[in-house]
């Protein structure tokens, strides 16, 4: 089945220790997005790849960075993790990226997320 | 930018009433809004979407409607079940992104 996998589904990390999440698909979509989503809360995105154009937030952290290699993988790279960093991160894919005037309407694929616990 | 109000935070019904959650944006150029349902520890899973050229949409028990004029969108369930028990986001885009809402908290009461 096509899909959105993410490992590990759960990590732990120690304070400052640099962690590296994984996401893939088999969509083949051109987006990739990551999210952080904090208990209670809305997921936040941080960036998204449309294709191979890096898109970043303007308040996502230098902390937080992204590579994505091909098509189907994408990674979150967290260089120094803080207590205030754990929370769950979800990655996201959509076929091509929303506009509003071409209308395209583009429903987003989640992965089932990593929860990252920092020590 | 965009803006996305949600409306109530949380929301408690019993098994068969319905429930209503209301959000509101700011830019009168989005085109696109779906409602995102999440269970506890799991991903969110869109459950309905609605185009900004119609004014209603339904799937069985659920069903959004949007007042463009107004700039708001409501997602509606009808019969509600213990299973709709939930975290619901709406979305609201922006080129290349959703803005989400901040989430409601649905809790049906068997």
């Known amino acids: 089945d096509a899909m959105v996998i993410q490992n590990p589904r759960y990590q732990v990390t120690q304070f400052g220790k640099p962690v590296t999440l994984s996401c893939s698909q088999t969509?083949?979509?051109?987006?990739m997005y990551w999210y952080q989503q904090k208990s209670s809360q809305a997921p936040k995105l941080l960036f998204h790849y449309y294709d191979k154009d890096f898109n970043n937030e303007a308040d996502t952290p230098d902390n937080f960075q992204s590579r994505r290699p091909n098509t189907s993988f994408c990674f979150l790279d967290i260089r120094s993790p803080g207590l205030g960093d754990a929370a769950m991160y979800l990655c996201?894919?959509?076929?091509?990226?929303?506009?509003?005037?071409?209308?395209?309407?583009?429903?987003?694929?989640f992965g089932p997320g990593t929860r990252l616990t920092v020590l | 930018g965009e803006n996305v109000e949600q409306h109530p935070s949380t929301l408690s019904v019993q098994e068969g009433d319905s429930a209503v959650i209301k959000c509101t944006y700011s830019d009168s150029a989005s085109n696109y809004f779906p409602w995102y349902k999440q269970e506890l520890g799991k991903r969110p899973q869109l459950i309905i979407d609605?185009?900004?050229?119609?004014g209603e949409k339904k799937d069985q028990r659920i069903a959004v409607t949007l007042n463009k004029t107004a700039k708001h969108f409501s997602l509606h369930i009808t019969e509600t079940q213990p299973e709709d028990s939930a975290v619901y986001f709406c979305?609201?885009?922006?080129?290349?992104?959703?803005?989400f809402g901040q989430g409601t908290t649905l809790q049906v009461k068997p």
């Open positions: 996201a894919t959509s076929r091509t990226r929303q506009t509003r005037t071409s209308g395209i309407y583009n429903e987003q694929f």
């Open positions: 979305a609201s885009p922006l080129p290349g992104k959703l803005i």
């Open positions: 609605i185009r900004s050229n119609v």
């Open positions: 969509l083949n979509h051109n987006v």
